[in-house]
Each structure stands twice: as C-alpha cells, then as structure tokens.
C-alpha cells in the first residue's frame, strides 16, 4: 500500500500566508505610498511612515515564521535555506523602499540596488542619505528590512557557533539528564547501512531513556540522520580505549546497540566495556551487536550464552547478547510480504547469507503460529546446488537450539535454479507459489522470465544496492513491469510499528497474544497501542531475563543442554508451560511476585494508582501488595500466565534456560527475604551533592535525590527519588516510614558493590540489600539489624 504523502500542518501554511501578504503590502506601500490615501481610516494607519504597530506586526511574523521553520529540524538544509529566504525577504522590502530614491546624478535602479546591499550588510546610512535627497518620508518596509537582515546575520551565527559546539552541548545534555537520572540508549559505531535502525530504535525509546550515538566520524549524513531522530552525538577517539570507555554514560545504559558493518570490532568494543563494569546494577541489560552472516550472529549468540555467570567474567559483563544484521532485517521484510500474498509454498533460489536468514524467519513465525494454533507457515524449498547440505545445516542449528527443525519444512532441490526447475516447483495454483531469488550473481534473465512464464507468481529478485528499479523492501513499489516481478536490495530500514530487534519482537509479540480491539486501551493491536502500554510489555521482557537470573537456579542459555522443546499452546495450563521450561512451583511464585511488583512500580511512576479498572483516570484494581493477589487464584493464574507467555516467547526466539553450576546455585540461597522496618528523616534535595560511606568512600548524589539520615544526629545517605517513592511512606513533616521487601545476603570479602552512585566496596559484618529494581547497596551490620526483619513464608 502507498503510503499518504505528509500532511502540512495547516497554522504554519496560514502563518506563512499572512507573512507574505504583509510583507508584499508594505512593499506595495513603500513603492507607491499613494495607495494609502485610497484606504479606509481604519485600515490605512498600518504601513504609513514611522508606524510603530506595523513594524511591531511584521516583526512578530517575521520573527514566528523563522521559529516556526527552524523548530525540529536535524539537519543544516534548513537553516541555510531559512537564512537566504530572510535576506530575499529583506531584498525586496529594500528595493521597494529605495526605488524612488534617484535624481540626475544617482540612476533610478542602480541607486536603489546599492542603497539595499548596504543596509542587508548592516550599513543604512546610504539609503537614509538618498531618501533625504529625494524628499520623501521613511517607509515602515525600511525598518522591517533591516531587522530581518539583522535576523538573518544572528541566525547565520547562531548557527554556525551551533554546529562548531554541537559536540559540547550534546555532552552537557547528557550529563544534565543522567544527574537527573535519566537512562541511556548509547548506539556505537552506525554507517549508512545501519542509520534506518536508529530511527527505529529512537521510535521504540523509553521516556526515561535519552537516545546517544558515540561515533568518530560526526559529519557523516548517517550522523546528521541520527540528530534528526532527536539523537545526542559524543565524538570519541576508538583508538584511545580508555577515553571512551570510561564515559559516565556507559554507567547509565538500559540498552546498547553496536552497529558498525565490522562484527569483529563490534564484539571487540563489547570486551571493552564489559572489562570496565560498563552497566548498572541490573542483571542482563540487553545488547543488540551487528553481525550480518546469520549463522555466525546465531553461533556467537549460543556461544555468548553458554557463558553462566561466575568469578571468571568480568563484574560489568551482565548482558542479554542479542544479533541484528542486514540480512536478518530484509528477510523479516520479504517474509512479510510473501505471507501477504497468501502463499503456500516460498522457492528459494541460491544459497546465500540471505538463505539462510529466511529460514531462520520462517522458523521463528512458525512457533507462534503453533502457539496460537494458527495456520502453518508457507513451507520453504532451497533450489541450488549444494542446497541439501544448507537444509542439513538449518536443521542442527535449530535442534541445537532446541528448537523443532521441521517446524515449517524447509526441503531442498540439488540443482541450479532454472525455469524449467522453476516448472516442476510451480505447481497448482501459481498465485501460492513465491519465488525468491537471493544471489545477484544468478543469471540475470531467469527474474523475468520466471515472470513471464507465470504472471501470478510473486517474484522476488535480490539484485545489487542502487541498481536501476530496485526499492526496498517492504515499501510501495511502482506497478511490476512483467507480471509480479519485484526487485529489491538488502537494507536495514524498518517500516514504521515494526520491531528492531529480538526484544521488542517478544514485547510485540506477547502483548499480541493478548489483543482484543473491543478490550480497552490496554488490548488494542501494536501499532494503535498507546506508547504507555508499548513501555510496559518492553519492561516485562527486560524484568524477564532479570529475574530468571536472579530469582532461580538457572541462567540463559542457548544451546542443547536446556531442557528439550516442548510445544507449547495458549490453552495449557500456566505452571504446565512453566514446568515445561524447567522452573518448580516454589520459583514461579517468585518470579511472579517480582514481576507484579516492577509492574506496580512501573505503574506507579506513571501516575497511576490503586481503584475500580480506569484507564482515563489511571486507575487499576491490580495495583495492590502481592499478598493480595496471592489470596486470590483468579489473579495469581493471570499473573503465571503472563509470566508463562514471557518465557515461552524468550524460547521461542532462541532463549532459553539451564541449571547454574553449583556455586551459582548456592549464592542464591544465601539471599533471604526481610521487611523493611522503622522510620527515617528525609528531604529532598535539588542539587549535586555528597556524601560519605561508612568505609570513608565519598559518594555523589545528583538534583532530586533524597537526604536519609535514621535520625537527625546520624550520617546521611541518598536515595534515588523513584526508589524513595517506592520504598517510603509519609508520617509527618519530614520523617518517614521505611515499607515494602528485599532481598539480603553477607558481603562477602573484598566484594564490590554496584551501587546507583557507583561501585562501593563492602566492609567485613556488611550486608548486601538488593531492592526490587535490581538495585543494591550495602548496609553496616548493626543498622541491618535495626531496619530489616526476616520473613517466614
């Protein structure tokens, strides 16, 4: 479907109507001032000599227009173009002033042009001179255009000062939101090929979050395209590893996309900042790293996986490793349009990279489809010779995955791709059939002669980047010139409302399973689902590989050791699916308790708060204490079964889970649960400020932390403020009731603490708290004692 061209918004287009209107009716006046004598009383005073309101007015829209134009615009076109139309501007305003300006001695056009250029360069001593000469009074377009000449100068400026300091005001930014705890999405390393994805990643943003690119190179158009997405751009040295590596905002992440074409120095880059602790206290932030073969992104991924948490890996290397590559992005776009057409049957013709990502593709809607009990996916035939090896090799790799590897069946055909191949493939009803032709270096005529042969087979031929008739794919193209022939290059553009990477396909995926168009705000299809609602289903999968990790005795993974597939199916029962993927009752009832309570937290921070089910009002009838829910079968089945619906989504696209070693498995047991008790002296600060552990470590707090003292006469600490509003209540004036659970375990020795403020080390008696964002910080043995009381369950 084409797509509706971009609508004008309607004020600017009358805003810009009125400006020239006016503008051209001063100039009328200014070269023939007789017309005002014409006019009504009321309308003549605007335009007539030494008129105050008619420069104000004028101004005013001169001054709007320039607002109007300059807002929102991420590249230099705009400005340049905004400069030259307010010098045209007050060109001919000049001209029309100045065009009666002559005698015997200065010439009537020439005159007028010199008097304009002066004043347009600041000097309007000439034309003041000539207008005297000529005895005539001073229009009001004088005084117009020569504070629009003086706009367009400061303009020209501005913007110059602006794209020579742009780097700087870019790292002011960001310090200014990360003090005021704001996260980071950092992007490292784009091209041109990857720019698309930052558009996407910028659509998918969290309100919390800012979008920051960290390049090299700053003027490459791809860059100039991310500042246009509303991106900040740190310029960095690679080569100085320890330069950029260390920046703060690495401390800051909720996510991190590496996206430069070189997948080795994507992962190199990853060593980096793992080796330097580069995430917050969060177990597995999510990181997408580029790598294009998809077999190679598919084995480094299980290979990334199988690495359980331990001593031996670095404190800052805590990621949930996600692939994105060129080929994987224009498969998930083909296929889209190939089950469009209704097809039963995909024939693909070649053996390249691209091959191998439309299997993977295929195979991944395949498990939803099953879930949901929907129609099976078209089934894949590879034509080429050596084809039966590639389909060899599909098959392990999904089994070592642990996945079904004839879920759709993926056949193949050993022997070159022909049309008379084509002929026996092309069965039936030719509209079922798709054709895809991957290599570009395939005869050149067999696209269109497949065409002709059969005009209602949809065709699909990869050819090379920019080649004449080539588009995207997944956008309108021009009516085919033979049949259904459609000719496409690889790209990473992603059509608007659809996912970037395996993350946000599970956040879509999940809420789809729940989609009801006559359900409400919460329950409308993804791309009319309101970007609260979007936010919440990426929180579900992001707390998801949090407390996997966190609360059982098992890790991602992502290779055979897991537990053997088990199809799963809407209908079963939720502790089925759950027992399915190896976690006992006793852990699902904490996970799930942990994921309704970052619910209620996420909820919570967003106004929300606890009554009869409104969404206008922002009112739920869920947002209660898990005790609650837990006294209530109906809730805790809904709260399982969307906890099962997560992780079952997660299995599918590749992750799943593993029995942890057995040091892994006793460092959990040495966490209990304690309510937190007793009150607190707090006030809420709007500045940097300090403060000093009890080990004698200096501490930054940042503008809208909490001053947190036991009492008035003890050492302060500080509270990040979401973390204070969900962890204390009022009392009165300024003291403090401290509610809610974590979670606690000793320090061990030597052991370093990733705090909010940054690493703290912990002293011998200390306890480890850990709250339920994932946060912790330690607490001196005796205070431990006073403010946390073990809970029995």
Same mark, same amino acid.
């Given at each position: 479907?084409?797509?509706?061209?971009?609508?004008?918004?309607?004020?600017?287009?009358?805003?810009?109507?009125?400006? &020239?209107?006016?503008?051209?009716?001063?100039?009328?006046?200014?070269?023939?001032?007789?017309?005002?004598?014409?006019?009504?009383?009321?309308? =003549?005073?605007?335009?007539?000599?030494?008129?105050?309101?008619?420069?104000?007015?004028?101004?005013?829209?001169?001054?709007?227009?320039?607002?109007?134009?300059?807002?929102?615009?991420?590249?230099?076109?705009?400005?340049?173009?905004?400069?030259? @139309?307010?010098?045209?501007?007050?060109?001919?305003?000049?001209?029309?002033?100045?065009?009666?300006?002559?005698?015997?001695?200065?010439?009537?056009?020439?005159?007028?042009?010199?008097?304009?250029?002066?004043?347009?360069?600041?000097?309007?001593? #000439?034309?003041?001179?000539?207008?005297?000469?000529?005895?005539?009074?001073?229009?009001?377009?004088?005084?117009?255009?020569?504070?629009?000449?003086?706009?367009?100068?400061?303009?020209?400026?501005?913007?110059?000062?602006?794209?020579?300091?742009?780097?700087?005001?870019?790292?002011?930014?960001?310090?200014?939101?990360?003090?005021?705890?704001? =996260?980071?999405?950092?992007?490292?390393?784009?091209?041109?090929?990857?720019?698309?994805?930052?558009?996407?990643?910028?659509?998918?943003?969290?309100?919390?979050?800012?979008?920051?690119?960290?390049?090299?190179?700053?003027?490459?158009?791809?860059?100039?395209?991310?500042?246009?997405?509303?991106?900040?751009?740190?310029?960095?040295?690679?080569?100085?590893?320890?330069?950029?590596?260390?920046?703060?905002?690495?401390?800051?992440?909720?996510?991190?996309?590496?996206?430069?074409?070189?997948?080795?120095?994507?992962?190199?880059?990853?060593?980096?900042?793992?080796?330097?602790?580069? *995430?917050?206290?969060?177990?597995?932030?999510?990181?997408?790293?580029?790598?294009?073969?998809?077999?190679?992104?598919?084995?480094?991924?299980?290979?990334?996986?199988?690495?359980?948490?331990?001593?031996?890996?670095?404190?800052?290397?805590?990621?949930?490793?996600? $692939?994105?590559?060129?080929?994987?992005? $224009?498969?998930?776009?083909?296929?889209?349009? &190939?089950?469009?057409?209704?097809?039963?049957? &995909?024939?693909?013709?070649?053996?390249?990279?691209?091959?191998?990502?439309?299997?993977?593709?295929?195979?991944?809607?395949?498990?939803?489809?099953?879930?949901?009990?929907?129609?099976?996916?078209?089934?894949?035939?590879?034509?080429?010779?050596?084809?039966?090896?590639?389909?060899?090799?599909?098959?392990?790799?999904?089994?070592?995955?642990?996945?079904?590897?004839?879920?759709?069946?993926?056949?193949?055909?050993?022997?070159?791709?022909?049309?008379? $191949?084509?002929? %026996?493939?092309?069965?039936?009803?030719?509209?079922?059939?798709?054709?895809?032709?991957?290599?570009?270096?395939?005869?050149?005529?067999?696209?269109?002669?497949?065409?002709?042969? #059969?005009?209602?087979?949809?065709?699909?031929?990869?050819?090379?980047?920019?080649?004449?008739?080539?588009?995207?794919?997944? #956008?309108?193209?021009?009516?085919?010139?033979?049949?259904?022939?459609?000719?496409?290059?690889? *790209?990473?553009?992603?059509?608007?409302?659809?996912?970037?990477?395996?993350?946000?396909?599970?956040?879509?995926? &999940?809420?789809?399973?729940?989609?009801?168009?006559?359900?409400?705000?919460?329950?409308?299809?993804?791309?009319?689902?309101?970007?609260?609602?979007?936010?919440?289903?990426?929180?579900?999968?992001?707390?998801?590989?949090?407390?996997?990790?966190?609360? =059982?005795?098992?890790?991602?993974? =992502?290779?055979?050791?897991?537990?053997?597939?088990?199809?799963?199916?809407?209908?079963?029962?939720?502790?089925?699916?759950?027992?399915?993927?190896?976690?006992?009752?006793?852990?699902?009832?904490?996970?799930?308790?942990?994921?309704?309570?970052?619910?209620?937290?996420?909820?919570?921070?967003?106004?929300?708060?606890? @009554?009869?089910?409104?969404?206008?009002?922002?009112?739920?009838?869920?947002?209660?204490?898990?005790?609650?829910?837990?006294?209530?079968?109906?809730?805790?089945?809904?709260?399982?079964?969307?906890?099962? @619906? *997560?992780?079952?989504?997660?299995?599918?696209?590749?992750?799943?889970?593993?029995?942890?070693?057995?040091?892994?498995?006793?460092?959990?047991?040495?966490?209990?649960?304690?309510?937190?008790?007793?009150?607190?002296?707090?006030?809420?600060?709007?500045?940097?400020?300090?403060?000093?552990?009890?080990? @004698?470590?200096?501490?930054?707090?940042?503008?809208?932390?909490?001053?947190?003292?036991?009492?008035?006469?003890?050492?302060?600490?500080?509270?990040?403020?979401?973390?204070?509003?969900?962890? #204390?209540?009022?009392?009165?004036?300024?003291?403090?009731?401290?509610?809610?659970?974590?979670?606690?375990?000793?320090?061990?020795? %030597?052991?370093?603490?990733?705090?909010?403020?940054?690493?703290?080390?912990?002293?011998?008696?200390?306890?480890?708290?850990? %709250?339920?964002?994932?946060?912790?910080?330690?607490?001196?043995?005796?205070?431990?004692?006073?403010?946390?009381?073990?809970?029995?369950?």
């Amino acid at each position: 479907m084409t797509p509706d061209p971009p609508r004008r918004p309607v004020g600017r287009t009358v805003l810009t109507v009125v400006t &020239i209107v006016v503008v051209g009716y001063l100039a009328l006046v200014a070269a023939r001032p007789s017309i005002l004598e014409g006019l009504p009383a009321a309308v =003549s005073w605007f335009g007539s000599p030494y008129s105050v309101w008619s420069i104000v007015i004028a101004l005013v829209l001169v001054l709007s227009l320039t607002y109007v134009y300059t807002r929102g615009h991420g590249t230099s076109a705009a400005p340049i173009a905004l400069v030259a @139309g307010l010098a045209a501007l007050s060109a001919v305003l000049g001209m029309a002033s100045y065009m009666r300006c002559h005698d015997g001695q200065h010439p009537a056009f020439f005159t007028a042009v010199i008097a304009t250029a002066k004043l347009m360069r600041g000097d309007a001593g #000439y034309g003041s001179e000539c207008i005297a000469q000529a005895s005539i009074e001073t229009p009001v377009a004088v005084y117009v255009a020569q504070l629009t000449a003086l706009t367009a100068v400061v303009l020209s400026l501005v913007g110059v000062a602006i794209v020579l300091m742009r780097s700087r005001f870019d790292r002011l930014a960001i310090f200014i939101k990360t003090r005021l705890n704001r =996260s980071v999405t950092a992007v490292v390393g784009i091209d041109d090929d990857s720019a698309p994805l930052v558009a996407a990643i910028a659509g998918a943003l969290s309100r919390r979050s800012i979008l920051v690119v960290v390049t090299g190179s700053p003027e490459r158009p791809c860059i100039v395209a991310a500042r246009a997405h509303g991106a900040r751009v740190v310029t960095v040295d690679f080569a100085r590893t320890d330069s950029w590596a260390s920046l703060r905002l690495f401390r800051k992440l909720d996510a991190l996309y590496l996206l430069d074409a070189n997948a080795t120095l994507n992962l190199t880059r990853l060593e980096v900042l793992s080796e330097v602790g580069a *995430t917050n206290s969060r177990t597995r932030l999510p990181v997408v790293v580029r790598i294009d073969d998809p077999w190679q992104a598919a084995a480094w991924r299980a290979e990334q996986f199988d690495r359980a948490r331990s001593e031996a890996v670095p404190a800052g290397d805590r990621w949930a490793r996600d $692939t994105v590559g060129i080929y994987e992005v $224009t498969a998930r776009k083909l296929v889209d349009e &190939i089950t469009d057409e209704g097809v039963e049957k &995909i024939v693909i013709c070649g053996t390249s990279q691209l091959t191998l990502a439309l299997c993977a593709e295929l195979a991944a809607r395949q498990l939803d489809a099953d879930y949901h009990g929907n129609t099976p996916l078209p089934e894949a035939v590879l034509v080429d010779t050596g084809a039966d090896e590639v389909v060899a090799d599909h098959h392990r790799s999904r089994t070592e995955m642990g996945l079904p590897a004839e879920r759709p069946p993926v056949t193949a055909v050993d022997e070159p791709p022909t049309v008379s $191949t084509m002929s %026996g493939l092309i069965t039936g009803d030719p509209g079922k059939t798709a054709v895809v032709l991957v290599d570009t270096d395939l005869d050149p005529t067999l696209a269109t002669r497949i065409a002709m042969r #059969y005009p209602k087979t949809p065709v699909f031929a990869h050819t090379a980047a920019h080649a004449v008739g080539t588009a995207p794919v997944g #956008y309108a193209q021009a009516r085919p010139v033979v049949g259904r022939l459609h000719m496409f290059e690889t *790209t990473m553009e992603i059509p608007d409302g659809q996912a970037h990477d395996s993350w946000e396909v599970a956040a879509r995926s &999940i809420h789809e399973r729940y989609v009801n168009p006559d359900g409400g705000a919460a329950a409308q299809p993804w791309d009319r689902l309101d970007e609260f609602y979007r936010e919440s289903n990426r929180r579900q999968v992001a707390n998801a590989l949090w407390i996997v990790e966190t609360l =059982s005795d098992r890790t991602w993974r =992502s290779t055979a050791d897991a537990q053997p597939w088990v199809p799963g199916h809407s209908d079963a029962q939720p502790l089925d699916q759950l027992a399915a993927l190896g976690f006992d009752e006793a852990t699902v009832l904490r996970m799930a308790q942990a994921e309704h309570e970052d619910w209620c937290r996420f909820y919570r921070a967003n106004g929300w708060t606890h @009554g009869k089910r409104d969404n206008g009002r922002k009112h739920h009838d869920y947002l209660v204490p898990w005790s609650e829910i837990e006294a209530d079968p109906a809730k805790v089945t809904r709260a399982l079964t969307s906890l099962a @619906g *997560t992780l079952t989504k997660l299995r599918e696209l590749g992750y799943q889970t593993a029995r942890k070693n057995d040091d892994d498995v006793s460092a959990i047991d040495d966490w209990q649960t304690f309510e937190r008790v007793g009150e607190v002296v707090a006030r809420q600060r709007f500045e940097d400020w300090t403060w000093t552990t009890s080990g @004698g470590d200096a501490m930054t707090a940042g503008p809208g932390d909490w001053e947190v003292r036991t009492s008035p006469d003890d050492p302060v600490r500080s509270v990040r403020d979401d973390v204070f509003t969900a962890t #204390y209540e009022l009392v009165d004036g300024d003291r403090y009731r401290r509610i809610g659970e974590v979670r606690a375990r000793p320090a061990h020795d %030597g052991e370093i603490i990733d705090t909010l403020e940054g690493p703290v080390p912990a002293q011998p008696g200390d306890w480890v708290v850990e %709250g339920g964002g994932g946060e912790q910080w330690p607490v001196p043995a005796d205070e431990f004692a006073l403010n946390y009381r073990p809970i029995t369950r």
